[in-house]
Nanobody, 124 residues
């Protein structure tokens, strides 16, 4: 059974920071890319960032560059999303996902495993 478990969400004031974590269990994710997506109420799921599991190559959607950073600790099977300068519009459920594609993708359909999501709420 493959599981991705996110944590670290919560309530934060605008301008604050949060670090989300995603722990992968059930199989080795070596060679798999990991991504973060988010979905706000009434909106489609949106790509945030992705990282290769071995090479550490990471990329981020333009709208989050400079504020969000993805990283990973392969020894812990964990991927992180460091979020800073949070805005009210960052309020969403954040999902971790794993892709068999070595570089991941901007598209949610190309991810094979998903976590349950963690709620991030940014207050003004």
């Amino acid at each position: 059974q493959v599981q991705l478990i996110e944590s670290g969400g919560g309530l934060v004031q605008a301008g604050g920071s949060l670090r989300l974590s995603c722990v992968a269990s059930g199989r080795t994710f070596s060679g798999y890319a990991m991504g973060w997506f988010r979905q706000a109420p009434g909106k489609e799921r949106e790509f945030v960032a992705a990282i290769t599991w071995r090479g550490g190559f990471a990329y981020c959607a333009d709208s989050f560059k400079g504020r969000f950073t993805i990283s990973r600790d392969s020894a812990k099977n964990t991927v992180y999303l460091q979020m800073s300068s949070l805005k009210v519009e960052d309020t969403a459920v954040y999902y971790c996902a794993a892709s068999v594609s070595p570089y991941g993708s901007l598209y949610s359909a190309e991810y094979d495993y998903w976590g349950q999501g963690t709620q991030v709420t940014v207050s003004s």
